[in-house]
C-alpha cells in the first residue's frame, strides 16, 4: 500500500510535467466547431456509414477508412491514367493540324496576294453602287416631294377635270411644295429652287382660277333652301379665302347672282308673274290679296323679313361654319399678294376680319334690290295715302321693322337706312296731314257749343289720338323712354286741339268759358290716362283742371253771395273784427242799418229754399257730375263760414248795446236788436246748403 502509494505520488509529478492524451484529445474534440466544413462532412461521411457504435466497430473505423481511401485513390490514378492517353492523342492530332496548315499557308497566301486588288476593285463599287442607291431614293424622294405628276398638274390646271378631293389634295400639297421651297434657296446654288418655286406658283395660280370659275358656275345653281349644302362648295370658299382678290370677286358674283334670284322672287310674289313674264299659279299676288295700304306695305315687309332671315341663315351654312378658317385664309392671302401688302403699307388700321360683319353685310347686298322696289312701292303709299291714322300705323310698322332687322343685319345696314328713311316720310306725311286737318278747322274755333262740351273736332282728335297710342303702344322699339319718344306725336295730334280749345275759353265768359276748358281738359285726360307713356301729359291736364276749378268755385262763391242778397253786407264786414273799434264801425255802415237788414233778410228767405238747385244750375254743364258738386260744396263753405262771420259781428254788436236776444224778442228796449231783424243763424244756413 506504502509502496503504491509511493509509486503514485513519485508518477505524480512526471505526468504534470507532459501533456495528457487523453486530455488533449478530449479538449480537441470538445474545441472542434460544427461550423467546420470539414468536420461537418467527416461526420456525414460516417454517418453514410452506418458505423454502430461497438468496440471493435470503433477499432476498425480507421484502418476501413483509410482502406477505402487507397481504393479511391488507385481509381483516381487509373482515370488519370486513361486522360493522359487521350491528351496523347490530341497532340498527335494538332501535330498533324499544324503540318497540315503549314502546308496551305502558303498556296493561302500566294491566293491572297493575287485577288487583293480585284477585292479592293469590288469594295470599290460595292461602295459606289451604295452611293448611287442613295443617291436614287433620295432624288426619288425629291421628285415625290417637289415634282409633280402630269396627272397632278392636270387634276390641279385642266377644267376638263372635276373639282373634287383630288384637286383639293393636290392643291394643298402644292401648298406645301411652295413653303418647303423656300429650303432650296437656302443653298447655294438656287436655280432649282427658283425653277421649282416659280413652276408651282404658276400651277397654284392657275388652280386658284380654275377653282374661281368653279365657284362661281356654282354659285349660278346653288339651291339655298337645300338643308345640305354641297360641302364642296363650302370647302372650295374656305380655301379661295388664301386669295382675297378671288373671294371677294366670288362674294360679288354671288350676290349679284342672289340679287337678281331675290329681285325676280319679290316681284312674282307682288304680281304672280315673273320678270320673265312666266306666269305662277302657286303664288297669291300680294297686290291682288292686299285691299288696303296698311296691308300691302306689311305683307311686302313680311316677305322681305322672310326672305333675309331665309338668306342670312343659308349663308350662315355656307360661310360662317369655317369663319375662323376663312378669317385665318384671309389673312395669310393679305400677307402673300403683293397689292394687299401694298395696300396694308397704306393703311395701317387694316382690321381683322370679322365673319359676322361680312355676313349681315352680304345679306345686305343680297337683298338691295327687293329693298329698292320696296321703297318705290312704300314711297307711293305714303304719298297717295290721306289719312292721318294710316300714315301713323304706315310709320308704326316701318319702325317696328326697322328694329327687327337692326337686331338681325346690325345697325349699319343700307336695309336699316332705307327702312329708317321711309318711316320720316310717313312720319312727315302724318305731321302734314295733321297740320292741314287743322287748318281746315280754324273756323271751327270761334265759338263754344250750347252746352259748353268738347266740340266735336276734340273729340274726333281725341278719338284718332286714342288708335295712335293703342298703335304706339303694341310696337315694339329699342327706345328705353317711350314717353320722350311718343311727345312728337301728342305735339302734332294733341296739343294743337288743345290750345284751339283754350282760345275757344277766352272767347266765352269766365264760368262758361271755366266750364268749357274743364269739359275739353276731362275728356282729354280719360283719353290719355289708360297709357303709361302719357302719365306727365296727363299730370299737367290734372294741374291745369285743379286751375279751372278754383275759378268754378269762384264763381260759385259770387254767385251764392250775390243771389243771397248779402254781397254787400259781406264786403262791408269783411274787414272788420268782432271788437269795439269793429262794432262802432258797424253801426255806421249803410247795409247794417235796420231797413237794409230786413230787405237782406227777406231776400236771403227768398233765396235759401232753392239755394243749392240754383248753385247747382250753374255748373250744370260741366260734365263731371263730382266735380260740380266738390264745388259747390265748397263754394256753399265758404258762404257759411262769411255768415258765420255776419252773425258773430250781429251777436257782438247787441252785446255791446246792451241789447239781448230775449229781451229783443219781448220788445222791452227802446233800442231794436239787430239780430232780431236778421235771425237767420249759421246752423240754419248750413243746413238747407247742405
Not at 535 to 560: D, H, I, M, N, P
Amino acid at each position: 500500500m506504502d509502496a503504491a502509494t509511493s509509486h503514485s505520488s513519485g508518477s505524480s509529478p512526471a505526468l504534470s510535467k507532459g501533456p495528457n492524451p487523453l486530455s488533449s484529445k478530449a479538449t480537441a474534440i470538445l474545441s472542434t466547431s460544427y461550423a467546420d466544413s470539414e468536420f461537418r462532412e467527416a461526420l456525414a461521411l460516417l454517418d453514410e456509414k452506418q458505423i454502430n457504435n461497438q468496440p471493435r466497430v470503433r477499432r476498425q473505423v480507421r484502418l476501413d477508412l483509410q482502406k477505402e481511401m487507397i481504393e479511391c485513390n488507385g481509381e483516381i490514378i487509373n482515370d488519370f491514367g486513361r486522360v493522359a492517353d487521350q491528351l496523347r492523342r490530341v497532340r498527335h492530332t494538332l501535330n498533324q493540324l499544324n503540318e497540315t496548315y503549314d502546308e496551305m499557308r502558303g498556296p493561302i497566301a500566294t491566293s491572297h496576294t493575287q485577288t487583293a486588288p480585284v477585292l479592293q476593285d469590288a469594295a470599290l463599287l460595292i461602295q459606289q453602287r451604295q452611293d448611287v442607291a442613295t443617291k436614287q431614293q433620295l432624288l426619288a424622294a425629291f421628285c415625290g416631294h417637289f415634282i409633280f405628276t402630269n396627272d397632278e398638274i392636270a387634276t390641279l390646271t385642266s377644267s376638263a377635270e372635276p373639282v373634287n378631293e383630288d384637286f383639293f389634295a393636290a392643291l394643298a400639297r402644292a401648298k406645301k411644295v411652295s413653303s418647303d421651297c423656300e429650303a432650296l434657296l437656302g443653298f447655294e446654288n438656287q436655280n432649282l429652287g427658283l425653277e421649282i418655286m416659280e413652276q408651282t406658283s404658276k400651277n397654284l395660280n392657275l388652280a386658284f382660277q380654275k377653282l374661281y370659275k368653279w365657284v362661281q358656275k356654282e354659285f349660278k345653281t346653288l339651291n339655298l333652301e337645300n338643308p345640305q349644302l354641297n360641302t364642296s362648295i363650302r370647302h372650295a370658299i374656305r380655301v379661295l379665302s388664301e386669295r382675297p382678290s378671288l373671294f371677294q370677286g366670288c362674294l360679288d358674283y354671288f350676290a349679284d347672282a342672289r340679287h337678281r334670284i331675290l329681285s325676280d322672287a319679290f316681284h312674282t310674289a307682288l304680281t304672280g308673274t315673273s320678270s320673265t313674264g312666266q306666269h305662277d299659279n302657286t303664288v297669291k299676288p300680294i297686290e291682288m290679296a292686299a285691299h288696303d295700304p296698311l296691308r300691302y306695305v306689311g305683307d311686302m315687309l313680311a316677305w322681305l323679313h322672310s326672305a333675309t332671315v331665309g338668306e342670312r341663315e343659308a349663308l350662315e351654312t355656307l360661310f360662317m361654319a369655317d369663319v375662323d378658317e376663312i378669317a385665318k385664309g384671309l389673312q395669310t392671302g393679305r400677307a402673300t399678294e403683293l397689292w394687299q401688302l401694298i395696300d396694308n403699307t397704306e393703311d395701317s388700321d387694316i382690321q381683322a376680319f370679322d365673319g359676322l360683319k361680312a355676313l349681315n353685310e352680304l345679306v345686305d347686298r343680297d337683298v338691295s334690290a327687293v329693298a329698292r322696289i320696296l321703297r318705290q312701292r312704300v314711297e307711293q303709299v305714303i304719298q297717295s295715302n290721306e289719312d292721318t291714322i294710316l300714315s301713323y300705323k304706315l310709320a308704326n310698322l316701318l319702325g317696328f321693322y326697322r328694329f327687327t332687322f337692326a337686331k338681325l343685319l346690325g345697325d349699319t345696314s343700307g336695309l336699316l337706312e332705307l327702312l329708317a328713311g321711309l318711316e320720316t316720310e310717313a312720319l312727315r306725311q302724318f305731321r302734314s296731314l295733321v297740320r292741314d286737318h287743322i287748318a281746315r278747322l280754324q273756323g271751327d274755333f270761334q265759338q263754344t257749343p250750347s252746352d259748353l262740351g268738347p266740340p266735336e273736332f276734340l273729340l274726333n282728335a281725341l278719338e284718332q289720338l286714342k288708335t295712335i297710342m293703342q298703335t304706339y303702344e303694341t310696337s315694339m322699339t329699342g327706345s328705353t323712354d317711350r314717353e320722350s319718344d311718343f311727345q312728337p306725336i301728342l305735339a302734332e295730334s294733341f296739343e294743337p286741339f288743345i290750345a284751339g280749345c283754350e282760345s275757344m275759353a277766352r272767347g266765352a265768359g269766365s264760368l262758361q268759358g271755366a266750364i268749357f276748358i274743364v269739359n275739353c281738359l276731362m275728356a282729354a285726360k280719360s283719353s290719355l290716362q289708360p297709357f303709361d307713356f302719357t302719365r306727365k301729359r296727363v299730370r299737367v291736364l290734372e294741374e291745369r283742371v285743379g286751375e279751372e276749378s278754383k275759378t268754378l268755385l269762384a264763381s260759385q262763391y259770387q254767385f251764392l253771395r250775390h243771389a243771397s242778397g248779402l254781397e254787400e253786407m259781406i264786403s262791408a264786414l269783411e274787414n272788420l273784427t268782432a271788437d269795439a273799434e269793429g262794432v262802432q264801425k258797424l253801426r255806421l255802415l249803410e247795409p247794417m242799418q235796420p231797413d237794409a237788414l230786413r230787405r237782406a233778410s227777406l231776400a236771403l228767405d227768398d233765396f235759401l229754399p232753392s239755394a243749392l238747385i240754383d248753385a247747382a244750375d250753374q255748373v250744370q254743364h260741366v260734365q263731371d257730375p263730382n266735380l260740380a258738386r266738390e264745388v259747390t260744396e265748397k263754394a256753399a263753405v265758404r258762404f257759411c263760414q262769411d255768415f258765420e262771420h255776419i252773425e258773430e259781428m250781429l251777436l257782438e254788436a247787441d252785446s255791446m248795446g246792451g241789447v239781448d236776444a230775449s229781451s229783443a224778442a219781448d220788445g222791452i228796449v227802446e233800442s231794436q236788436s239787430l239780430r232780431a231783424i236778421f235771425p237767420r243763424t249759421t246752423g240754419e244756413i248750413q243746413v238747407l246748403l247742405s
